[in-house]
């Protein structure tokens, strides 16, 4: 497994942008597909967007050509940029690293970070 710390939530109006960064150890973090979840206060876990380990990256429709997902392998920091921000993606972003799998099902990823509030206020 991998150990992630997010980081770059924060607070911002409607139509604004945030960077989330997640930060990972491990040797092998190249081969891992990597996820970003979000979770609102009484809902589920739901998937934003991913990465495979080859570069193919997936997105909700709901965030689809609002946010952005990269990796810097040389950094094992995955991101994801948050533009044309919604009051709906308030939420606790969730970074997830998974070995091979890079679906939207957040039960096969293995490995998550401790999560970071973004508040979007309208």
């Known amino acids: 497994q991998v150990q992630l710390v997010e980081s770059g939530g924060g607070s911002v109006q409607a139509g604004g942008s945030l960077r989330l960064s997640c930060a990972a150890s491990?040797?092998?973090?190249?081969?891992?597909?990597m996820g970003w979840f979000r979770q609102a206060p009484g809902k589920e876990r739901e998937f934003a967007s991913s990465?495979?380990?080859?570069?193919?990256?997936y997105y909700a429709d709901s965030v689809k050509g609002r946010f952005t997902i990269s990796t810097d392998n040389a950094k094992n920091t995955v991101y994801l940029q948050m533009n044309s921000l919604k009051p709906e993606d308030t939420a606790v972003y969730y970074c997830?690293?998974?070995?091979?799998?890079?679906?939207?099902?957040?039960?096969?990823?293995?490995?998550w970070g401790q999560g970071t509030q973004v508040t979007v206020s309208s």
């Open positions: 491990g040797r092998t973090f190249s081969r891992y597909a």
């Open positions: 997830a690293a998974s070995f091979g799998y890079s679906g939207t099902d957040y039960r096969y990823y293995g490995s």
């Open positions: 990465i495979s380990w080859t570069g193919n990256t």
